[in-house]
């Protein structure tokens, strides 16, 4: 079943791709050599000999792949593929080269939001335990997670499984089963650094203990699906062998674990942003603001957005007998996906680091309104003599302090009332904690 969707999908090629080539002999398996002279036996075109007609019949190679399918190994498939796809001149397809400098460029730009991260938080408010080792985690899994999907594009990723030597087949698919295990994990920690976020943001002991309950079954997940993606066959190895037909074992639905991970990823990311809505609604902010900080909150959705665009992807792998060739749009988006999900999640610390480096154009700034009150007029901001100017302001202030009875560190949206000089003094108090 498998070489005859193999040669399926060499025939499609055949079609778009190949021009008819100079005359020449090639070696073929001696399987192919019978489905050959089988299928043109009464064309009076000898096609071991005179490969021309064989280019220019397209329809011939129906029959070669009939035959093909029940009478050649894959391996041997692969070889008469290669040898009559290079003998009709058909074109060397790589994506290996775009892959891996997408693959490097994203990585670079992760690993810069992780270091961006530990440095604002070393040189500002300490290192928290429980939100920056989950970053180190995620740093370490995202390290190994580029190593082998680097390492993907010089063993035949983004090629035409045919034209890949046997061996970096399998080197190939060991490297994805160990990419498909660390995506599983990596990103579902990602997904616990936003959670974490919130928990230093909202007090309200019924949110976070909702929180919580998310981040533990976001955190079961993962452990489920990374398990699952290890023991996707047995033994463990089939998941890399079992390509050529020659290795004894069996998998579970591969594709279905893919999707149902995806589904549920989209899921938790909606529900991840969906949180902090209704706490930064009931803030007493006008309209536009709150928008403002709807938006500075949901910057996560270009994760989800990325997971989505991803999902194309899945259903194209799903689909495919030229592994080499066709997992490449599926690895992609993944590590796209985790890449991303890192920098969002370091942002927060990122804009406070920016703050500290360029105060005067990233500087955070007091929304104030002044309210105008007594026997005067109110008319503009013009005071009658005895009126008092009552100014409502709110800021971002950060807090290490126990509150409500419980540890840990609060980023917490702040409402400051009172004149000018009150507020300076509060100001100052609070860029002191």
Same mark, same amino acid.
């Given at each position: 079943m498998f070489a005859r969707r193999v040669l399926f999908c060499f025939l499609v090629f055949c079609c778009v791709f190949i021009v008819p080539g100079s005359a020449q002999v090639v070696t073929l398996p001696s399987c192919?050599?019978?489905?050959?002279?089988?299928?043109?036996?009464?064309?009076?075109?000898?096609?071991?000999?005179?490969?021309?007609?064989?280019?220019?019949?397209k329809a011939q190679l129906s029959k070669i792949n009939d035959c093909a399918s029940t009478s050649c190994t894959v391996r041997d498939t692969f070889t008469t593929i290669n040898a009559t796809s290079t003998a009709c001149g058909a074109p060397i397809r790589d994506r290996s080269g775009s892959y891996g400098r997408v693959n490097l460029a994203f990585f670079l730009l992760s690993v810069l939001a992780i270091g961006g991260r530990f440095a604002t938080n070393l040189t500002s408010r300490g290192l928290q335990p429980l939100d920056d080792t989950n970053m180190a985690v995620i740093l370490l899994i995202n390290i190994v997670l580029f190593a082998v999907t680097f390492k993907m594009s010089f063993t035949g990723l983004g090629q035409d499984m045919w034209k890949v030597p046997f061996d970096q087949i399998t080197t190939t698919l060991l490297y994805f089963w160990i990419s498909e295990v660390a995506y599983f994990a990596v990103i579902g920690l990602v997904r616990i650094s936003f959670l974490l976020f919130y928990?230093?943001?909202?007090?309200?002991?019924? =949110?976070?203990?909702?929180?919580?309950?998310?981040?533990?079954?976001?955190?079961?997940?993962?452990?489920? !699906? #990374?398990? %699952? +993606?290890?023991?996707?066959?047995?033994?463990?190895?089939?998941?890399? =062998?079992?390509?050529?037909?020659?290795?004894?074992?069996?998998?579970?639905?591969?594709?279905?674990?893919? !999707? #149902?991970? %995806? +589904?549920?990823?989209?899921?938790?990311?909606f529900v991840t942003l969906a949180l902090p809505i209704t706490q930064i609604w009931n803030l007493h902010l006008a309209t536009k603001k709150k928008i403002g900080v709807l938006l500075m909150f949901s910057v996560g959705s270009f994760v989800t957005v990325v997971s989505i665009v991803r999902l194309r992807a899945l259903v194209h792998f799903a689909k495919t007998s030229n592994i080499t060739w066709d997992y490449l749009e599926a690895s992609l988006w993944s590590v796209i996906e985790v890449y991303v999900g890192i920098v969002c999640a370091c942002m927060p610390?990122?804009?406070?680091?920016?703050?500290?480096?360029?105060?005067?154009?990233?500087?955070?700034?007091?929304?104030?309104?002044?309210?105008?009150?007594?026997?005067?007029?109110?008319?503009?901001?013009?005071?009658?003599?005895?009126?008092?100017?009552?100014?409502?302001?709110?800021?971002?202030?950060?807090?290490?302090?126990?509150?409500?009875?419980?540890?840990?560190?609060?980023?917490?949206l702040v409402e400051i009332d009172g004149d000018a000089k009150s507020m300076d003094t509060g100001g100052r108090r609070e860029g002191d904690d």
């Amino acid at each position: 079943m498998f070489a005859r969707r193999v040669l399926f999908c060499f025939l499609v090629f055949c079609c778009v791709f190949i021009v008819p080539g100079s005359a020449q002999v090639v070696t073929l398996p001696s399987c192919a050599k019978t489905c050959l002279t089988t299928a043109y036996a009464n064309s009076g075109c000898d096609p071991l000999a005179e490969l021309s007609c064989l280019c220019d019949n397209k329809a011939q190679l129906s029959k070669i792949n009939d035959c093909a399918s029940t009478s050649c190994t894959v391996r041997d498939t692969f070889t008469t593929i290669n040898a009559t796809s290079t003998a009709c001149g058909a074109p060397i397809r790589d994506r290996s080269g775009s892959y891996g400098r997408v693959n490097l460029a994203f990585f670079l730009l992760s690993v810069l939001a992780i270091g961006g991260r530990f440095a604002t938080n070393l040189t500002s408010r300490g290192l928290q335990p429980l939100d920056d080792t989950n970053m180190a985690v995620i740093l370490l899994i995202n390290i190994v997670l580029f190593a082998v999907t680097f390492k993907m594009s010089f063993t035949g990723l983004g090629q035409d499984m045919w034209k890949v030597p046997f061996d970096q087949i399998t080197t190939t698919l060991l490297y994805f089963w160990i990419s498909e295990v660390a995506y599983f994990a990596v990103i579902g920690l990602v997904r616990i650094s936003f959670l974490l976020f919130y928990l230093k943001i909202f007090p309200k002991r019924n =949110l976070r203990n909702a929180i919580w309950g998310f981040t533990s079954l976001i955190f079961l997940s993962m452990i489920t !699906f #990374s398990l %699952a +993606a290890v023991f996707v066959c047995s033994p463990v190895n089939y998941a890399w =062998l079992k390509w050529d037909g020659l290795h004894k074992g069996k998998c579970v639905n591969n594709n279905a674990l893919a !999707f #149902s991970h %995806a +589904a549920w990823g989209i899921l938790t990311d909606f529900v991840t942003l969906a949180l902090p809505i209704t706490q930064i609604w009931n803030l007493h902010l006008a309209t536009k603001k709150k928008i403002g900080v709807l938006l500075m909150f949901s910057v996560g959705s270009f994760v989800t957005v990325v997971s989505i665009v991803r999902l194309r992807a899945l259903v194209h792998f799903a689909k495919t007998s030229n592994i080499t060739w066709d997992y490449l749009e599926a690895s992609l988006w993944s590590v796209i996906e985790v890449y991303v999900g890192i920098v969002c999640a370091c942002m927060p610390s990122l804009r406070l680091g920016l703050q500290r480096l360029f105060p005067k154009f990233l500087g955070s700034s007091l929304d104030a309104a002044s309210k105008p009150t007594g026997t005067g007029g109110t008319q503009g901001n013009t005071l009658n003599p005895g009126s008092i100017a009552v100014q409502t302001s709110f800021r971002i202030s950060h807090s290490r302090k126990p509150q409500t009875n419980e540890h840990g560190s609060f980023v917490q949206l702040v409402e400051i009332d009172g004149d000018a000089k009150s507020m300076d003094t509060g100001g100052r108090r609070e860029g002191d904690d």
